[in-house]
Protein backbone atom coordinates (compact mmCIF):
# COMPACT_ATOMS: atom_id res chain seq x y z
CA UNK A 1 0.00 0.00 0.00
CA UNK A 2 1.32 3.47 -0.95
CA UNK A 3 1.33 5.98 2.08
CA UNK A 4 0.94 9.68 1.21
CA UNK A 5 2.30 12.10 3.59
CA UNK A 6 1.13 16.08 3.35
CA UNK A 7 2.88 18.88 5.18
CA UNK A 8 2.43 21.18 6.67
CA UNK A 9 -0.14 19.86 8.40
CA UNK A 10 -1.41 23.43 8.85
CA UNK A 11 -0.69 26.49 6.54
CA UNK A 12 -1.52 30.08 7.58
CA UNK A 13 -1.60 32.84 5.05
CA UNK A 14 -2.95 36.01 4.40
CA UNK A 15 -4.39 37.07 1.13
CA UNK A 16 -3.11 37.30 -1.76
CA UNK A 17 -0.12 34.52 -0.40
CA UNK A 18 1.02 32.24 -2.31
CA UNK A 19 -0.06 28.55 -1.01
CA UNK A 20 2.45 25.52 -1.49
CA UNK A 21 1.03 21.87 -0.02
CA UNK A 22 3.62 18.99 -0.32
CA UNK A 23 2.59 15.12 -0.65
CA UNK A 24 5.21 12.72 -1.05
CA UNK A 25 4.08 9.36 -1.31
CA UNK A 26 6.12 5.95 0.01
CA UNK A 27 6.64 4.89 -3.65
CA UNK A 28 6.81 6.11 -6.95
CA UNK A 29 3.03 6.71 -8.39
CA UNK A 30 2.28 4.62 -11.70
CA UNK A 31 1.89 7.07 -14.12
CA UNK A 32 1.58 10.17 -11.84
CA UNK A 33 -2.02 9.26 -10.68
CA UNK A 34 -2.16 11.83 -8.23
CA UNK A 35 -5.27 13.92 -7.45
CA UNK A 36 -6.20 16.81 -4.98
CA UNK A 37 -9.51 17.68 -3.33
CA UNK A 38 -10.50 20.49 -1.91
CA UNK A 39 -12.82 20.22 1.46
CA UNK A 40 -14.47 22.95 2.77
CA UNK A 41 -16.02 22.43 6.56
CA UNK A 42 -19.00 20.53 6.71
CA UNK A 43 -18.98 19.91 2.78
CA UNK A 44 -18.18 16.71 0.41
CA UNK A 45 -14.30 16.76 -1.37
CA UNK A 46 -14.15 18.19 -4.51
CA UNK A 47 -11.96 17.41 -7.11
CA UNK A 48 -9.19 19.64 -7.92
CA UNK A 49 -6.33 18.40 -9.85
CA UNK A 50 -6.05 14.97 -11.17
CA UNK A 51 -2.73 13.48 -13.44
CA UNK A 52 -1.24 15.26 -11.29
CA UNK A 53 -1.28 18.41 -12.50
CA UNK A 54 -4.79 18.87 -14.82
CA UNK A 55 -7.41 21.09 -13.16
CA UNK A 56 -10.77 19.65 -13.21
CA UNK A 57 -13.71 21.32 -14.71
CA UNK A 58 -14.45 24.80 -13.15
CA UNK A 59 -11.43 24.95 -11.29
CA UNK A 60 -10.37 28.27 -10.79
CA UNK A 61 -6.34 28.84 -12.49
CA UNK A 62 -5.19 29.95 -9.39
CA UNK A 63 -4.74 26.56 -8.35
CA UNK A 64 -2.28 24.16 -10.08
CA UNK A 65 -0.39 21.20 -9.51
CA UNK A 66 3.07 19.64 -10.21
CA UNK A 67 5.47 16.77 -9.82
CA UNK A 68 6.32 13.37 -10.45
CA UNK A 69 7.38 10.06 -9.30
CA UNK A 70 6.95 10.53 -5.14
CA UNK A 71 6.84 14.33 -4.65
CA UNK A 72 3.99 16.35 -5.25
CA UNK A 73 2.55 19.97 -4.79
CA UNK A 74 -0.39 21.87 -4.93
CA UNK A 75 -0.09 25.24 -5.31
CA UNK A 76 -2.61 28.59 -5.05
CA UNK A 77 -1.10 31.36 -6.42
CA UNK A 78 -3.09 33.89 -4.84
CA UNK A 79 -5.19 32.64 -1.51
CA UNK A 80 -8.59 33.85 -1.53
CA UNK A 81 -11.04 33.73 1.36
CA UNK A 82 -12.98 30.81 -0.07
CA UNK A 83 -9.97 28.54 -0.42
CA UNK A 84 -10.07 28.35 3.62
CA UNK A 85 -10.65 24.16 3.47
CA UNK A 86 -8.54 20.90 3.92
CA UNK A 87 -6.66 19.79 0.98
CA UNK A 88 -6.08 15.87 0.36
CA UNK A 89 -4.09 14.43 -2.27
CA UNK A 90 -5.07 10.63 -3.47
CA UNK A 91 -2.74 8.58 -5.70
CA UNK A 92 -5.17 6.54 -7.51
CA UNK A 93 -2.47 4.85 -9.57
CA UNK A 94 -2.56 1.17 -7.10
CA UNK A 95 -4.86 -0.42 -5.29
CA UNK A 96 -5.87 0.01 -2.40
CA UNK A 97 -6.38 4.31 -3.64
CA UNK A 98 -4.80 6.09 -0.27
CA UNK A 99 -5.74 9.42 0.49
CA UNK A 100 -2.80 11.49 2.63
CA UNK A 101 -4.03 13.06 6.10
CA UNK A 102 -4.80 16.61 4.74
CA UNK A 103 -3.62 20.00 4.72
CA UNK A 104 -5.70 22.35 6.36
CA UNK A 105 -5.38 26.41 5.29
CA UNK A 106 -6.41 29.04 7.36
CA UNK A 107 -6.66 32.81 6.37
CA UNK A 108 -4.48 34.96 8.70
CA UNK B 1 -25.60 17.56 -14.08
CA UNK B 2 -23.89 14.78 -12.54
CA UNK B 3 -25.63 14.02 -9.16
CA UNK B 4 -25.16 11.63 -6.35
CA UNK B 5 -27.44 10.93 -3.15
CA UNK B 6 -26.85 9.06 -0.27
CA UNK B 7 -29.18 7.59 2.10
CA UNK B 8 -29.39 4.56 5.07
CA UNK B 9 -27.80 6.55 7.43
CA UNK B 10 -28.58 6.40 11.21
CA UNK B 11 -27.77 5.46 14.35
CA UNK B 12 -27.25 1.92 15.58
CA UNK B 13 -26.06 -0.42 18.08
CA UNK B 14 -22.59 -2.40 18.11
CA UNK B 15 -23.07 -5.43 15.99
CA UNK B 16 -26.18 -4.40 14.01
CA UNK B 17 -26.46 -4.04 10.56
CA UNK B 18 -27.39 -0.90 8.14
CA UNK B 19 -27.70 -0.51 4.28
CA UNK B 20 -26.73 2.33 2.68
CA UNK B 21 -28.10 3.19 -0.65
CA UNK B 22 -26.27 5.97 -3.63
CA UNK B 23 -28.97 7.26 -6.34
CA UNK B 24 -27.04 8.16 -9.22
CA UNK B 25 -28.37 10.57 -12.06
CA UNK B 26 -26.90 12.82 -15.26
CA UNK B 27 -24.72 10.74 -16.55
CA UNK B 28 -24.51 6.75 -18.08
CA UNK B 29 -24.35 5.17 -14.90
CA UNK B 30 -23.28 1.57 -16.09
CA UNK B 31 -20.27 2.74 -17.53
CA UNK B 32 -18.53 3.96 -14.41
CA UNK B 33 -16.66 1.93 -11.52
CA UNK B 34 -18.52 3.15 -8.46
CA UNK B 35 -16.39 3.81 -4.83
CA UNK B 36 -17.43 4.39 -0.99
CA UNK B 37 -15.27 6.26 1.30
CA UNK B 38 -15.76 7.51 4.67
CA UNK B 39 -14.65 9.96 7.07
CA UNK B 40 -14.79 9.72 11.00
CA UNK B 41 -15.86 12.94 12.90
CA UNK B 42 -12.66 15.17 13.01
CA UNK B 43 -10.46 12.68 10.31
CA UNK B 44 -9.52 12.22 7.08
CA UNK B 45 -10.77 10.50 4.38
CA UNK B 46 -10.75 6.46 3.76
CA UNK B 47 -11.51 4.65 0.89
CA UNK B 48 -13.81 1.53 1.92
CA UNK B 49 -14.68 -0.51 -1.25
CA UNK B 50 -14.79 -0.16 -4.90
CA UNK B 51 -17.37 -2.05 -7.56
CA UNK B 52 -16.70 -2.53 -11.14
CA UNK B 53 -19.15 -0.80 -14.04
CA UNK B 54 -20.79 -4.34 -14.23
CA UNK B 55 -21.12 -5.50 -10.51
CA UNK B 56 -18.47 -8.24 -11.48
CA UNK B 57 -15.34 -7.14 -9.66
CA UNK B 58 -15.61 -5.39 -5.78
CA UNK B 59 -12.57 -5.16 -3.45
CA UNK B 60 -12.50 -3.87 0.28
CA UNK B 61 -10.11 -2.18 2.67
CA UNK B 62 -8.87 -4.58 5.33
CA UNK B 63 -10.95 -3.22 8.18
CA UNK B 64 -14.37 -3.97 6.77
CA UNK B 65 -13.89 -7.33 4.91
CA UNK B 66 -16.50 -9.81 5.38
CA UNK B 67 -18.37 -7.41 6.93
CA UNK B 68 -19.19 -5.18 4.34
CA UNK B 69 -20.83 -5.60 1.08
CA UNK B 70 -20.68 -3.18 -2.21
CA UNK B 71 -23.44 -4.02 -4.89
CA UNK B 72 -25.02 -2.19 -7.91
CA UNK B 73 -28.16 -2.20 -9.94
CA UNK B 74 -27.82 -0.50 -13.19
CA UNK B 75 -31.19 -0.42 -13.99
CA UNK B 76 -31.97 1.74 -11.20
CA UNK B 77 -28.45 3.89 -11.00
CA UNK B 78 -28.09 2.96 -7.59
CA UNK B 79 -25.06 1.40 -5.79
CA UNK B 80 -25.89 0.10 -2.12
CA UNK B 81 -23.26 -0.58 0.74
CA UNK B 82 -24.17 -3.39 2.94
CA UNK B 83 -22.99 -3.15 6.58
CA UNK B 84 -23.16 -6.04 8.91
CA UNK B 85 -21.37 -6.53 12.60
CA UNK B 86 -20.94 -2.82 12.96
CA UNK B 87 -18.06 -1.70 15.17
CA UNK B 88 -17.83 1.49 17.54
CA UNK B 89 -14.94 2.63 14.94
CA UNK B 90 -17.41 2.31 12.22
CA UNK B 91 -19.06 5.71 12.96
CA UNK B 92 -18.32 7.89 9.93
CA UNK B 93 -19.75 10.54 7.22
CA UNK B 94 -20.00 7.78 4.23
CA UNK B 95 -19.55 9.12 0.58
CA UNK B 96 -20.29 7.50 -2.67
CA UNK B 97 -17.91 8.94 -5.79
CA UNK B 98 -17.56 8.55 -9.78
CA UNK B 99 -14.73 6.42 -10.09
CA UNK B 100 -12.98 7.54 -13.47
CA UNK B 101 -9.81 6.44 -12.09
CA UNK B 102 -9.61 9.46 -10.63
CA UNK B 103 -13.11 10.41 -8.10
CA UNK B 104 -14.23 13.75 -10.34
CA UNK B 105 -17.99 13.71 -8.60
CA UNK B 106 -19.45 12.74 -4.90
CA UNK B 107 -22.79 13.18 -2.85
CA UNK B 108 -22.84 14.50 0.09
CA UNK B 109 -22.67 11.99 2.43
CA UNK B 110 -24.16 10.04 4.71
CA UNK B 111 -23.40 9.66 8.70
CA UNK B 112 -23.75 6.20 10.43
CA UNK B 113 -23.40 6.48 14.14
CA UNK B 114 -22.98 3.29 15.92
CA UNK B 115 -23.17 3.33 19.40
CA UNK B 116 -24.94 1.37 22.21
Known amino acids: EIVLTQSPGTLSLSPGERATLSCRAS???????VAWYQQKPGQAPRLLIY???SRATDIPDRFSGSGSGTDFTLTISRLEPEDVAVYYC?????????FGQGTKVEIK | QVQLVESGGGVVQPGRSLRLSCAAS????????MQWARQAPGKGLEWVAVISYDGRHEDYTDSVKGRFTITRDNSRNTVYLQMNSLRDEDTAVYYC?????????WGQGTLVSVSS
Open chain 1, 51 to 53: GAS
Open chain 1, 90 to 98: QQYGSSPRT
Open chain 2, 97 to 105: ARDDWYWDY
Open chain 1, 27 to 33: QSVSSDY
Open chain 2, 26 to 33: GFTFSRYA
